[in-house]
Each structure stands twice: as C-alpha cells, then as structure tokens.
C-alpha cells in the first residue's frame, strides 16, 4: 500500500505538471497547444538528455463567456469514473470533461461547511465522492457534482511532503503521518476509520530497523 500511494503522488504530480505547463502556455497566448503530438522540451539533466513525448488528450476551455474555467495555483488534481476531471485550485474545486469543457466551480475561502482554507491535497474514490485534505486535519467530503456532505476531523497530521492519500469504498483511509517516537518526529503510515479515528500504525520503510 505503502509503494501504491507513492506512485499515485508520482503519477499525479506529472500529470499536475503537464496541465500546469498546458494552462501557461495558454495564458501566454501560445495557444497552439498541439494539435496532433507534442514534443515539449529537452531536460539535459546529469545523466544525458530526456525527450517528452505527448499526446493532446484535452485541453482545458471555457464553456462561457467568462474566466471562471481558468485555475491560478494547481494544487492537485484527480478524475473520476467519467473520466471527468477535478483540479483543485487554491480555494476551491473546478470541474471538466473528459474533452477539457469546464463544467462547474465549488468551494470557496473560508471555515464553514464546504470552505476551504489551505487545501492541499484531492482524492477520488469508487463512489465518485471527491476528498480534500485541509489545513488543521481536515477531510471535506463532496459529491461529484460538487454538494457539500461532511467533514471528517482527522486523528493525525499528514506531512505536507507526502500529501497522496487513498480512501476506500468502505471508508477506510491511509495516509502518512507525523508521530512523536522516542522525542523525534517520526513519518509513519496509518489506517483510520470513517470518522478519521486510527486504527493502524505502522513505521515507514525508512524508520523501520
């Protein structure tokens, strides 16, 4: 489970780069995005020269005549069965097609139900429920239109370097988590229940010994 939520942040932080670079070149009027394939850049990094390859998939565009469907600070992103796309912005949640349309915006700045005030982190479970990770141990819960349903208080802090997290279809959560071990900070890996309560502790990979 430990390697599982490791590669998804990986994946998710790739895919978050490359619709970040997307909306940039858009703002700059480079809109000419590919229209076929795309060979972005070269990173001439220490051990030799690595060539990405893309394929347009979607690009992200409004469906009105206003900016609503631009996102200023991409903090995570996550899609659901639909293959809709969610991007979690500073203080709130856009939401898109498959095609890139923009759909709808929920969530607001603020400390009341369905509020956001420093999110950092969104998930997507089997019931298409999104979940959002916010300051003080939060988890805020919507539906996939964007309806507000609950607030979980969690038990445990998770660190700001290991923001993936996986929620299951019964409820069950795992994260990373901070723990005060023998007077040191030590990262560790726990399951909580559906109230945000922990059930499960163990070390990480690299505390273990």
């Known amino acids: 489970m430990e390697n599982r939520l490791r590669k998804m942040g990986t994946r998710r932080n790739a895919i ?5 670079l997307f ?3 858009t703002a700059s009027g480079a809109a000419m995005i590919a229209h076929e394939a795309c060979k972005i850049a070269e990173n001439r990094a220490a ?3 690595l060539a990405l390859e893309l394929e347009e998939e979607a690009v992200i565009r409004e469906s009105n ?10 903090r995570d992103l996550a ?9 979690l912005d500073k203080n709130r949640i856009l939401k898109y097609d498959r095609r890139g349309i923009f759909l709808k915006s929920f969530g607001r700045k603020g400390q009341g139900p369905g509020e956001l ?4 982190s969104l998930f997507v479970d089997e019931h298409d429920d999104l979940f959002v990770i916010d300051q003080g141990g939060l988890l805020h819960v919507f539906d996939k239109e964007g309806t507000f349903r609950h607030q979980i208080k969690l038990d445990f802090q998770i660190p700001f370097d290991s923001n993936a997290f996986y929620v299951t279809g019964e409820g069950f959560i ?12 030590k990262k560790t890996f726990v ?3 559906s109230s945000g309560a922990v059930i499960l502790r163990l070390k990480t990979m690299d505390d273990a010994g």
Do not use: C
Not at 16 to 20: D, L, T, V
Not at 65 to 74: A, G, I, K, M, T
């Open 174 to 185: 795992y994260a990373f988590s901070w723990d005060m071990i023998n007077l040191e900070m």
């Open 65 to 74: 005549e206003n900016d609503d469907y631009r996102f200023s600070f991409l």
């Open 191 to 193: 399951k909580a229940d």
């Open 79 to 87: 899609a659901d069965a639909a293959e809709n796309l969610f991007v």
């Open 23 to 25: 909306l940039w070149l």
């Open 117 to 120: 005030m420093e999110p950092r």
């Open 16 to 20: 978050a780069w490359i619709f970040s």
């Open 47 to 49: 051990h030799g020269t």
